[in-house]
T-cell receptor, first 114, second 115 residues
Framework: SQELEQSPQSLIVQEGKNLTINCTSSKTLYGLYWYKQKYGEGLIFLMMLQKGGEEKSHEKITAKLDEKKQQSSLHITASQPSHAGIYLCGAYRNSGGSNYKLTFGKGTLLTVNP | DGGITQSPKYLFRKEGQNVTLSCEQNLNHDAMYWYRQDPGQGLRLIYYSQIVNDFQKGDIAEGYSVSREKKESFPLTVTSAQKNPTAFYLC??????????????FGPGTRLTVT
């Protein structure tokens, strides 16, 4: 089963509109990462959230971590065409001893129409 | 500029041939990773390495092999045993494998097509 569920799977918004992408974990979250990917390119690191209630912002993108709900949200204010892409959330899982593996959600495809 | 390079960007091979994908980093990171990305399936971990001359299987290692002879390099070989090799392959690195505190940095990817 998928450990990280992202919603929605895809999203089309008009330029200037606000939007929210959610990432829900089936297991306790100890930390969560948000990445952005342009089609056919590598992932760009956006933000890392480690503590429950933590909130971080970068330009017009804000991410929050709600550990009680095992959920994180990514909010974009006044979207622009440059925000278009695939947004992926990732969380570390213990893979034995002190080793951890980063598990990703399937991604949310964001389209911003001018 | 520090970063991760993958080459080539596009790779075409005939079925039955082994192919090696290159990944180099100059970030002085200890840990390196290989992921495979398929439409609708997200990223899946193939192999990872914490230190030179050491590596571990990820979730889908069958049909793949790796080596870590140098800290900067982590090449991935897609063997003829891999049943569905056509995919987008991403290499990543991080300072260490201690988990929560180390973000992974990704290369630009290699799109492999096997016909």
């Amino acid at each position: 089963s998928q450990e990280l569920e992202q919603s929605p799977q895809s999203l089309i918004v008009q330029e200037g509109k606000n939007l929210t992408i959610n990432c829900t974990s089936s297991k306790t979250l100890y930390g969560l990462y948000w990445y952005k990917q342009k089609y056919g390119e590598g992932l760009i690191f956006l933000m890392m959230l480690q503590k429950g209630g933590e909130e971080k912002s970068h330009e017009k993108i804000t991410a929050k971590l709600d550990e009680k709900k095992q959920q994180s949200s990514l909010h974009i204010t006044a979207s622009q065409p440059s925000h278009a892409g695939i947004y992926l959330c990732g969380a570390y899982r213990n893979s034995g001893g002190s080793n951890y593996k980063l598990t990703f959600g399937k991604g949310t495809l964001l389209t911003v129409n001018p | 500029d520090g970063g991760i390079t993958q080459s080539p960007k596009y790779l075409f091979r005939k079925e039955g041939q082994n192919v090696t994908l290159s990944c180099e980093q100059n970030l002085n990171h200890d840990a390196m990773y290989w992921y495979r990305q398929d439409p609708g399936q997200g990223l899946r971990l193939i192999y990872y390495s914490q230190i030179v001359n050491d590596f571990q299987k990820g979730d889908i290692a069958e049909g793949y092999s790796v080596s870590r002879e140098k800290k900067e390099s982590f090449p991935l070989t897609v063997t003829s045993a891999q049943k569905n090799p056509t995919a987008f392959y991403l290499c990543a690195s991080s300072k260490g494998l201690a988990g929560q505190t180390y973000e992974q940095y990704f290369g630009p990817g290699t799109r492999l097509t096997v016909t």
